[in-house]
Structure formats: structure tokens, C-alpha cells
């Protein structure tokens, strides 16, 4: 056990004392959180192989899935990759700083553990006045998955990471809750067209009118666990986002949704277990047993990406036992959101439809 020191900055203009002691903690091959506008991340050099085979063993994550480096600047790309494909480059002018991590092929200068072993590398550019002052004064790309245990939802405040990391790590910059909730979208460039391996804060259709062609890989829209030999992005074969409960999520039409919802509530209340419901405002007020919880409004899915992973921490607290979700339509945020809840039932979907 370490003592992890707790570093509350301002998000907008982080005071540099605070920033220069976990700087400290990264250059000398140290742990340490930090939030960006997605989910907070658990920092360590990317160039340091021991610094990141501390990070892997922190987080309990297995060796085979590589984190994502994070940069400053535009420029610190170039001598991570073998070379920035013309169609990257625009991408990165439009959407960096922000929620997009792009894979290239991979520098010698990288570490074969950053990678894990593969020869490509995922790197984005984080919106977060705390991120890239730390990035700025580590002096160096640093390597940061979300800051969880692994296979737990990510964490969107530091009470999160104290969680599941306290005593684990040196220090987390806490600069409250984050902006978008869910991860990066990871957007593959080694390929033609490129390719989504991961939904995330840059939605598709954004992509789509900037690149005109863009493929959604058949593991970022899956509706049941798909051979492994499909999985694109290495992380995506691990268990992942899941709460201690169970998660069921319900799809289709709103008014069938909430019946199938009702449904499930009763029968799993009379098996005796604690029941959690994931609602939205539109449906909430239907609900009058179990652990009753709002997503926000159907109408506005960056408010119910914000609250997904927060919630699901919230239902593990209280004790619940099965969560019963409602799915969302996948457009948008909210395929990113479908993503996470997909994946966090193990796929235990099911389709409500009828009277
Ligand atoms: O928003 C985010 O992306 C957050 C914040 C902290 O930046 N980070 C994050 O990192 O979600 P992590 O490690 O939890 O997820 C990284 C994802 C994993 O699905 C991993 O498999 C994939 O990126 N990935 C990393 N390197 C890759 C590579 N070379 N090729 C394909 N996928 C890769
Ligand atoms: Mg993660």
C-alpha cells in the first residue's frame, strides 16, 4: 500500500504548485490520475517500461490490452508513429483537443508493454486544462487508461478512483466531475476506410461528414459477444464496465421498454432479489418498486452519457443485485451509451416489443 495523495485544482485554470508535484510523481516513473473531458485516466510515462508495467499492475489489467497515450500537441505524434496518414492529420485538426483517439503504426521509440506488443498505438490529445498541464510538465506522452479496476464501469469523479485505486497509486488531481462521461471514440487509420473500434465522445455521423467514408467495426455495434478473431481493439475481449450486479438491458419502443421493465422488476422482487432500475425522465414516474434511478431525458443523450457510469457505481453501493436498463436508441452518444450498457450485461439483452 502507498499513501495516495488527493490534489483538488481547478479544472479551468489548475493551480501549477499541484500540477508540478504529480509532474514529479510521472517523471519519476510514478502513478497518477487525472481527469480528462471523458472519464479520468490513471497516468504513467509512456516511454518509462516500468512506470507502465506499475500501471498494468495497479489496475489489475491484463497485459494484452494496451493503454492510450495521451499528447499535448499536435506535433508530439510524429516520433510516437511511422508516419500520420493525410486523413489523420485532418482529423486531428479538427477534433483535438477532444474525445478522439487515433491507432497508427507505432514508433521504435515506443515500448513494446505500452503497446502490448502490437505494432500500432492509440494516441489522442486530451480537452482538459488539468490533462495537458500535466502532460506540459511531465515532459513526456503519457500512457492513461481509464482509472478503474479493470473491468469496473470508468470512473467520472475521483471519489471513483479512491474506490478502486486508494493506496494503489500516488496521487489523483481531482478537478470534480467530468465533462462527457463516457471514453474516447478509438478510430482506427491503419486501415482504408477507417475504421471505429470503439463508440465513444465523438460520434459517428461527426466522423462520417468530415471523412465521408468511415466503417463501424462489427464489435462497436454488437448485439451479443462476437469471436474473438472479430475483436479489432484488444480490449474489447475482456470483461468490461461491469457493476457487481447484474445488468439486463431492455430495447425497443419507449411505452414496451417500460412495460418489459415492470415485468422484470416483479418477477426478480419476488425472487427475493434487490432490483435497480435504470430509467429515463420520460419513463421514471411508471416505476414504483426497486432502486428507481434517471438516466436524464431521451431527448438529450450527453446528459445520460454523463450519469451512466456514475449510476451504475451508485445502484453497487446501495446493493442491488440485478440491474434492469433501459436501452436507448443507438444514434449519436447514445450508441457509445449502448455500447457500455451491452457490454456491462454481458449481453443479457432483452428485445420488449407488443402489448
Ligand atoms: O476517453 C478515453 O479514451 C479514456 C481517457 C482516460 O483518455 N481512456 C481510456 O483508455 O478509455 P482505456 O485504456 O480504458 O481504453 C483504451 C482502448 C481499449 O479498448 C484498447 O483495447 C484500445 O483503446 N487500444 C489501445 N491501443 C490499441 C491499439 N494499438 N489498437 C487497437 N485498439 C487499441
Ligand atoms: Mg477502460
Known sequence: MKKTLVLEVDSQEPEIEKIWIAADFIKKGGLVAFPTETVYGLGADALNTRAIVALFEAKKRPLDNPPIVHVGNPKDVYRLVKEVPPKAERLMETFWPGPLTLIFQRSEIVP????????????????????????RESGCPIAAPSANLAGKPSPTLAKHVLDDLNGRIDAILDAGPTHIGVESTVL???????????????PYEVLKKVLGKVELNPIAIAEKALPIEK???????????????????VEGEVSAITRKVKVLTE????????????ATDETVEHYK?????????????????????????????EGVDVIIAEGIPAEGLGLAVMNRLRKASGYNIVKASGH
Open 112 to 135: 513494446d508493454v505500452t503497446v502490448a506488443g502490437l505494432d500500432t498505438i492509440a494516441i489522442r490529445m486530451p480537452r482538459h486544462n488539468v490533462a495537458l498541464a500535466l502532460i
Open 188 to 202: 482506427d487509420m491503419t486501415v482504408d476506410p477507417p475504421q471505429v473500434l470503439r463508440p465513444g465522445g465523438t
Open 231 to 249: 475483436a479489432r481493439s484488444p480490449g474489447v475481449k475482456h470483461k468490461h464496465y461491469a457493476p457487481n450486479a447484474d445488468v439486463i438491458v
Open 267 to 278: 418477477f426478480y422482487m419476488q425472487k427475493g432479489y434487490i432490483v435497480g432500475v435504470l
Open 289 to 317: 418498486a426497486g432502486v428507481v434511478k434517471s438516466l436524464g431525458s431521451r431527448s438529450d443523450f450527453t446528459v445520460i452519457a454523463k450519469n451512466l457510469f456514475r449510476l451504475l457505481r451508485e445502484f453497487d453501493l
